[in-house]
């Protein structure tokens, strides 16, 4: 057994953004500045797309998304149930009901036909979320939302690397919504970003970003000097600052390098995963690329001797730390009331909450590493 702890998530941080983040501190300018607005383009040039916004979360960029594309009181938003808390909430923080859609069991994407069946004359958007990595469906979903006049916001807080069809995830809907959460692909502690191709929105949630003020304080203090603003909306605090774009950039330039370890990994596991009472993600689609963000195993519960829960505390015992990405969210007491769900609702998302467990799965993790995981669930499970 391993005598260190295994941190799920764990981020492969190394010196470049190391030092950059010193270089910053040192600069005298450590608020939105200059590395923002570089990572911002780089990050726009990665994807190919005309705007992107760096911002404080994923959570921060959804909000302002749904915002601009105008959902507001009395508007519905289908998000599926099988996402983090922050798709829905976002949605009843723009004071509009969000609608939860049921997954496929294969992709544990949103399912278009469900999507279809919850559209209603308040439906305002839909919101995707490429699970673990793994595109959605967009021609449907796009399809549909040009039949019914949606709009389209993809929550890609799993899907930095993801392509469809050609297209660079992201680029599809109208906005795309990246996380730089601890835990993701790619990290600045806290960050996110928005990519459009759409100037108005663009310019809307650059402004919104920032208390609704005109022109943003690397501009006001910067050495052009000083300038007046103007307070156009009653904006947020949702800012990304040159300390987070410090590791962004350079987290940014290692994105296919750290790819293509958990493409290594990925294989690995499906390959030595194999026989055992669990469910492996479904082969990759033709035409799709997967970001490899989460590798979720479905622990089988009619042929394993352990539930679910048990299976993670005894992975825990063993010194390997899990996540559970997700239990479904439409069952949380919050949406519970809200909506007024009950169990059996959405059971897809239901069925893969019940079952799903994310082993740890980043570019930092050793050979080693990969074989004690391997040897963690092998002895739980044979
Ligand atoms: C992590 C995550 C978010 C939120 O990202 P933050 O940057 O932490 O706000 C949103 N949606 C999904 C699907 C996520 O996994």
């Known amino acids: 057994m391993r005598d260190t702890f295994l941190v799920f998530g764990s981020p492969l941080i190394e010196s470049r953004e190391i030092d950059?983040?010193?270089a910053t501190l040192k600069s005298g300018w450590i608020g939105t500045g200059p590395k923002t607005h570089r990572f911002e383009e780089d990050f726009r040039a990665y994807k190919g797309v005309k705007y992107a916004i760096a911002?404080?979360?994923c959570t921060a960029a959804l909000h302002l998304a749904l915002k601009v594309v105008g959902v507001k009181s009395g508007d519905e938003v289908i998000v599926p149930s099988m996402t983090f808390a922050a798709t829905a909430n976002t949605?009843?923080?723009?004071?509009?009901m969000p609608v939860f859609a049921d997954c496929d069991t294969k992709t544990q994407n949103i399912d278009p036909a469900d999507i279809r069946r919850k559209i209603t004359k308040r439906t305002k958007a839909i919101v995707v979320v490429h699970m673990a990595g793994r595109p959605c469906e967009m021609n449907e979903i796009m399809a549909l939302a040009k039949k019914f006049k949606l709009k389209v916001i993809e929550d890609a807080a799993h899907a930095v690397e993801t392509e469809y069809k050609g297209k660079k995830i992201g680029t599809i809907g109208d906005i795309g919504t990246f996380s730089f959460y601890v835990t993701k692909n790619l990290v600045t502690a806290e960050?996110?970003?928005?990519?459009?191709?759409?100037k108005k929105y663009a310019e809307e949630m650059r402004v919104l970003s920032l208390h609704g003020m005109s022109a943003d304080a690397w501009k006001r203090y910067g050495d052009d000097g000083y300038k007046h603003y103007?307070?156009?909306?009653?904006?947020?605090k949702y800012n990304m600052t040159d300390i987070q774009a410090s590791l962004g950039l350079h987290q940014l330039a290692r994105v296919e390098k750290n790819w293509k370890r958990r493409e290594k990994i990925w294989n690995r596991y499906m390959k030595e995963l194999t026989g055992l009472p669990v469910i492996l993600p479904a082969p990759i689609e033709k035409g799709t690329r997967h970001a490899y963000h989460l590798f979720t195993i479905l622990v089988d519960t009619d042929k394993a001797k352990v539930s679910r829960d048990q299976f993670l505390s005894e992975m825990t015992k063993r010194n390997i730390g899990t996540g559970v990405h997700f239990c479904a969210l439409h069952l949380q007491p919050f949406y519970r009331k809200l909506c007024?769900?009950?169990?059996g609702d959405l059971p897809n998302s239901e069925w893969i909450g019940d079952r799903t467990v994310s082993i740890p799965f980043s570019a930092k993790l050793t050979d080693d590493d990969v074989s004690d995981v391997i040897a963690a669930i092998k002895e739980i499970l044979s």
């Open 340 to 343: 007024g769900h009950k169990v």
């Open 55 to 57: 911002l404080s979360s």
């Open 20 to 22: 950059e983040v010193v």
């Open 191 to 198: 960050g996110g970003m928005a990519i459009t191709n759409n």
């Open 91 to 96: 949605v009843v923080h723009c004071g509009a």
């Open 230 to 236: 103007d307070v156009v909306e009653a904006g947020y």
